[in-house]
């Protein structure tokens, strides 16, 4: 296993002035909830402010302070940066593909205007650090699909895609133009125990975990054989921070990374390793013609060169430990 959260702990309590503090934009969504607990454990629960449109759960409402705020509303994210003496940002907020589908206005809006509201702070100085995720999803039917590069053809056909690429180059404009450090990942399809799917893509591959358990069986949105990049949370979580911290950052668009790759049926597999009377069956919709038109591995090359970033978790380990939590 890698170096864990606790070997740089105090090295990063360290980093971060007694007088500044983090802010986590999307706070109650699939990675944002427990990136916020993680980067409290790191930093101290009064260093890391949480905020979303809505409230979270109970761990993350009393561990620290949280703010309900409108990512879309530069004036009253302004006034939480202003209040809180907010010098890092994690825009996690975003409305994901298979959701973004149906609602493509309100989609734009939100994974749009957000960028900019905290690209412009970042501009005017009031902030100094930005981490803003992307996804695989920029990438398009005409991408390389096996071992997709850092640089390559990129051609989203969804709206989540489209924002992202949009901001990807967004993000790297106003770092050339303006010396912003804004840093972002591709996050593949991510994975975990804490959260309900969030209207991804890849969600089947955590409902496919409640379904084993609450009823024996799982009816898939995608094909058997539909093989696309995951990443367990962990690994994820990890990396956000890793990124965040390190001092060797060369690419300011967004990293590729990478950890596991599988399909439908062979995580069915895998599940049946733990539940062997577990049953599966494909009904494919809209999200398949998504999913085509995405990687089936992703080559993560630069991101290990940088950052030194490796994965910890497999297809195997992912599962095991998937299922440890969720039984308990």
């Keep these: 296993m890698n170096t864990s959260f606790a070997d740089f702990s ?106 900019f509201h905290v690209l412009d702070f970042a501009r005017e100085g009031l902030i100094d650090k930005i981490f803003w995720p992307s996804s695989i999803a920029i990438f398009g039917r005409n991408t390389p699909q096996e071992h997709t590069p850092q640089h390559t053809i990129t051609e989203p056909s969804t709206v989540y895609g489209i924002s992202k690429l949009a901001g990807e180059n967004w993000c790297n404009y106003y770092h050339q133009k303006y010396n912003v450090d804004v840093r972002s990942i591709r996050y593949p399809g991510i994975i975990s125990y804490k959260t309900l799917p969030g209207g991804g893509t890849t969600d089947y591959a955590v409902e496919i975990f409640h379904k084993a358990l609450s009823q024996g069986s799982y009816t898939c949105f995608l094909k058997e054989d539909t093989r696309l990049p995951m990443m367990y949370m962990n690994d994820a979580i990890r990396a956000t921070i890793n990124l965040m911290q390190s001092d060797k950052i060369k690419n300011f668009i967004a990293y590729n990374i990478a950890a596991i790759n599988f399909t439908p049926q062979e995580l069915a597999t895998e599940i049946k390793k733990h539940l062997p009377n577990f049953e599966i069956g494909f009904e494919p919709d809209f999200r398949q013609a998504i999913a085509d038109s995405w990687p089936h591995s992703i080559d993560d090359s630069e991101a290990r060169k940088d950052w030194n970033w490796v994965p910890d978790y497999n297809l195997e380990s992912m599962t095991k430990d998937m299922f440890l939590n969720l039984k308990s």
Aim: glycine residues 8%; aromatic residues 8%.
């Design 10 to 115: 105090i090295f990063a309590c360290n980093l971060l002035s007694m007088k500044s503090k983090i802010l986590v934009i999307g706070a109650c969504g699939q990675i944002g909830s427990e990136l916020t607990m993680k980067l409290r454990e790191i930093y101290g629960n009064d260093a890391v402010v949480a905020s979303d449109i809505v409230a979270g759960n109970a761990d993350l409402m009393w561990s620290g302070s949280f703010e309900i705020l409108d990512a879309t509303d530069k004036g009253e994210v302004r006034e939480i940066i202003e209040k809180y003496t907010i010098k890092e940002v994690y825009l996690m907020a975003a409305m994901l593909s298979g959701t973004a589908e149906k609602y493509p206005d309100k989609a734009w809006k939100l994974n749009m205007n957000s960028l």
